[in-house]
């Protein structure tokens, strides 16, 4: 499985991004996709997951309400909406199923 993020940017506090997450590849029922951050020196964070084949989310408190995890199907495409963006959401954002990770996509909320 092979994963490219993209979406990420430069954006003020209270905007709003969306990030693409394009998976290629093939992995068997069931799984999760995740989106994880990093922080510059923080630790990897988990931000929000979706099952397949159920679509069934899940977020990190610090996300829930602002951010909604989703998944094309027929795009091979996850996507994580955010919302309401804060400065502390600036971080690298990873997408990542098993073992396979995405090179990133920076994030960065700032007036």
């Known amino acids: 499985v092979q994963l490219a993020e993209s979406g990420g940017g430069l954006v003020q506090p209270g905007g709003s991004l969306r990030l693409s997450c394009t998976v290629s590849g093939f992995t068997f029922n069931p799984y999760y996709t995740r989106w994880y951050r990093q922080a510059p020196g923080k630790g990897r964070e988990l931000v929000a997951s979706?099952?397949?084949?159920?679509?069934?989310?899940d977020y990190a408190d610090f996300v829930k309400g602002r951010f909604t995890i989703s998944r094309d199907k027929l795009k091979n495409t996850v996507y994580l909406q955010m919302t309401n963006l804060k400065p502390e959401d600036t971080a690298v954002y990873y997408c990542n199923e098993g073992t396979s990770w995405g090179q990133g996509t920076q994030v960065t909320v700032t007036s």
């Open positions: 979706i099952t397949s084949p159920g679509g069934d989310p």
